[in-house]
T-cell receptor, first 115, second 114 residues
């Protein structure tokens, strides 16, 4: 089955700095890579996603890059703000095998943005 | 509101009690999931249902018993739980298709076992 590794587990930055979170996956057939943000006491919610036919996607201050050959994808947040503080999860899913729709999540990164 | 509703939001139960968690979605999704999220731990997949059939059980103790009567509803029946079962229980739903899609999460049930 799929295995997703996520690093770092904790990331502390100053407001205005950039933050990068990296994930690797093991199943080359995976084709969908979402990122979820979970604020304290709230549910995880999708913030950006990318499919395997695209190398990069951007939405205002957040962007995701995908390297299919190396099987890794990254979340980039520029000009960080205190409200970006949360736990971020990457995930991978899709492919030809049965049960491939089930997302495999990374262990999460706790991002702390200091004012 | 993401379209996935969980009740109750908070639950305190004794180790000898029996309780049930409920999850409901009207997004037309055909796959539903239960996750356990303990403090400072990753999301742990417990059960997956596809078209009301259980397709995955990640070595979950039998004191947790899922039920999926139809594609819109999912329950987690709890009995004789242990204090270490205290956690946030999240329900999620998605489309079952080979082209992966977004999972929508409920707000979770914060469970405390005393």
């Amino acid at each position: 089955g799929e295995n997703v590794e996520q690093h770092p587990s904790t990331l502390s930055v100053q407001e205005g700095d950039s933050a990068v979170i990296k994930c690797t996956y093991s199943d080359s057939a995976s084709n969908y890579f979402p990122w979820y943000k979970q604020e304290l006491g709230k549910r995880p919610q999708l913030i950006i996603d990318i499919r395997s036919n695209v190398g990069e996607k951007k939405d205002q201050r957040i962007a995701v890059t995908l390297n299919k050959t190396a099987k890794h994808f990254s979340l980039h947040i520029t000009e960080t703000q205190p409200e970006d503080s949360a736990v971020y999860f990457c995930a991978a899913s899709g492919g030809a095998s049965g049960g491939s729709y089930i997302p495999t999540f990374g262990r999460g990164t706790s991002l702390i943005v200091h004012p | 509101e993401t379209g996935v509703t969980q009740t109750p939001r908070h639950l305190v139960m004794g180790m000898t009690n029996k309780k049930s968690l409920k999850c409901e979605q009207h997004l037309g999704h055909n796959a539903m999931y239960w996750y356990k999220q303990s403090a400072k731990k990753p999301l742990e997949l417990m059960f997956v249902y596809s078209l009301e059939e259980r397709v995955e059980n990640n070595s979950v103790p039998s004191r947790f018993s899922p039920e999926c009567p139809n594609s819109s509803h999912l329950f987690l029946h709890l009995h004789t739980l242990q204090p270490e079962d205290s956690a946030l229980y999240l329900c999620a739903s998605s489309l079952e298709q080979s082209l992966g899609t977004e999972a929508f999460f409920g707000q979770g049930t914060r469970l405390t076992v005393v």
